[in-house]
């Protein structure tokens, strides 16, 4: 740092001890009691500016020193103004190395999907080579067919799901024909399987997106389907509560172990069942809590090992959600 740029920055210092000096310079001078002596108003003078200069050499250094030892972590800060700005480059810091960490983890859990992803898809893809060599099952081909189509819309909707906000429509949706909707959609898997299917839904309307409502209801279903043995039997019911309505999608299948039930909606966590009983990306059921919340809903789950699994979709009545995401929008855009 140059001299003359520190003198410049501590001016207002100099002024000030300037004016000291000539304040009391004044007051004795037009005291008409004090004997006026040149000799010790210079003599002062003289010590006043060693004193002075000693103080600027002194800080001088101090400042150079400190902005040398800028990056060190115990160098004393010179004043109040030199201590806040550390905190809050501190706070900065710790805040980029948050997001940086975010970013990372969302590159790796990105890559983890996708390389999940084309393992799971390479599966069908060789029943279907197989299926050339051999007189094709019409059955056979078609469920192939089916899990290349929910694997591609999967990811589909994984890859919009930090858009969600340029690509949603809120609406009233009734459940009962929804639920039918996603009843005709697996409606093979059903008849293959042997499983039996139970509808339950008085005339229940909320406040949501098809489209995206529809693509949750389904992933739930597929998991209850992959999960739910032959001659086994899904219920899916609709319930009005004073807060809330809730739509229930409960089968008699294998369950879920209580150690894995806190983090089933935790992405890539594919559990006990899902390495043992059938291969998962472990994605479905995180992109439907996701989506859920987004929507302004919320997923619980609830199971007891070889006897039942239950999800619950919540809609909660007091919760707008597009009033909530215009104001998430609002805060993202003030920040």
């Known amino acids: 740092m140059r001299f003359w740029r520190f003198i410049r920055y501590e001016r207002s210092y100099l002024l000030l001890c300037a004016v000291i000096f000539l304040l009391t310079v004044a007051i004795f001078a037009t005291d008409p009691l004090t004997v006026w002596q040149w000799q010790s108003f210079f003599y002062a003078l003289a010590l006043a500016f060693i004193v002075l200069t000693a103080f600027v050499f002194r800080r001088y250094v101090k400042n150079t020193q400190a902005i040398n ?21 501190e706070h900065a810091g710790m ?19 996708i390389v999940s992803w084309f393992h799971e898809i390479k599966t069908p893809i060789a029943v279907l ?3 050339q060599q051999t007189e094709v099952d019409p059955r056979s081909l078609e469920e192939e067919l089916s899990r290349i189509e929910h694997y591609v819309e999967q990811a589909m909707y994984y890859a919009k799901l930090d858009s969600f906000n340029q690509d949603y429509e809120l609406a009233n949706c009734n459940l009962e024909l929804l639920a039918k909707q996603v009843v005709k959609a697996h409606s093979k898997s059903f008849i293959t399987q042997k499983i039996k299917i139970r509808l339950d ?19 739930l279903m597929t998991n209850s389907l992959k999960y739910t043995n032959k001659h086994g039997e899904i219920t899916i019911t609709a319930r009005v509560a004073e807060q809330e309505k809730l739509l229930i999608i409960r089968d008699n299948g294998i369950g879920i172990d209580a150690k894995d039930l806190p983090r089933v909606f935790n992405r890539g966590f594919t559990g006990t069942n899902g390495r043992t009983h059938a291969k998962s990306t472990g994605m479905g059921l995180y992109l439907a809590q996701e989506l859920s919340r987004k929507l302004g809903h919320f997923i619980t789950c609830e199971s007891v090992p070889g006897s039942y699994t239950e ?25």
Request: hydrophobic share 35%.
């Open 69 to 89: 030892r800028m990056n060190d972590d115990e160098a004393e800060p010179l004043s109040l103004e030199a201590e806040a700005y550390r905190e809050a480059l």
């Open 95 to 113: 805040s980029h190395i948050r997001a940086l960490n975010e970013v990372q983890q969302k590159q790796k859990d990105n890559y983890d999907f």
């Open 129 to 131: 080579r197989l299926m």
């Open 201 to 219: 839904i008085p005339p229940t309307v909320v406040q949501t997106d098809s489209k995206w409502l529809l693509f949750i209801v389904n992933q």
């Open 311 to 335: 999800f619950v979709i919540h809609f909660p009545r007091n919760n707008d959600p597009y009033l909530s995401t215009l104001q998430k929008s609002h805060v993202q855009k003030t920040q």
